[in-house]
């Protein structure tokens, strides 16, 4: 069976978002297309940060970014997966451990709220290698995210509660 793929075309990425953007930047955009989460080492942050723009409509520019700084460490904390809904943010941070990265989630009741500290998401399968690149379904049962923990780069998937 072959299925036809969507056309793809270049995220709107204004000059407000992408200007200074040192390394990497990863996209998470809601389904709304008016709320976009990324991480960048924009100059005078050091490390990896997550930042946040917001629009009014998907025909209107990007607003100028600001750092998540309730959540951002003085560590990397980088490839963040935002919810459909806005409300839930997971993301891979350094700032347990100094070196490898661990997977965590954040909550906020509205798109206004700020986000609630993280909670680290996998204590009970932890591992002492990177874990990283964190998407969690809608209802928060089950996550899929990239692990170094066998040696190798690998994508692992893992029911978080549920049937």
């Given at each position: 069976?072959?299925?036809a ?10 000059e407000?978002i ?18 976009i ?10 490390r ?36 459909a ?79």
């Amino acid at each position: 069976m072959t299925v036809a793929w969507p056309s793809v075309v270049v995220a709107d990425a204004s000059e407000a978002i992408t200007e200074g953007v040192v390394g990497a930047c990863v996209w998470a955009p809601i389904g709304s297309g008016r709320v976009i989460v990324f991480h960048s080492m924009r100059a005078g942050t050091g490390r990896r940060d997550l930042w946040i723009a917001t629009r009014e409509a998907t025909s209107l520019p990007w607003g100028a970014p600001v750092q998540i700084s309730e959540l951002n460490t003085a560590r990397e904390d980088a490839d963040p997966y935002l919810s459909a809904d806005g409300l839930t943010l997971s993301y891979d941070s350094s700032r347990d451990t100094g070196s490898y990265r661990e997977l965590f989630v954040s909550h906020r009741a509205s798109l206004d709220d700020p986000f609630t500290p993280p909670t680290h998401l996998m204590t009970s399968f932890d591992s002492a290698m990177a874990d990283a690149d964190p998407w969690i379904s809608d209802d928060g049962t089950y996550a899929v995210f990239t692990s170094s923990r066998t040696g190798e780069d690998e994508i692992l998937e893992v029911r978080l509660s549920g049937p």
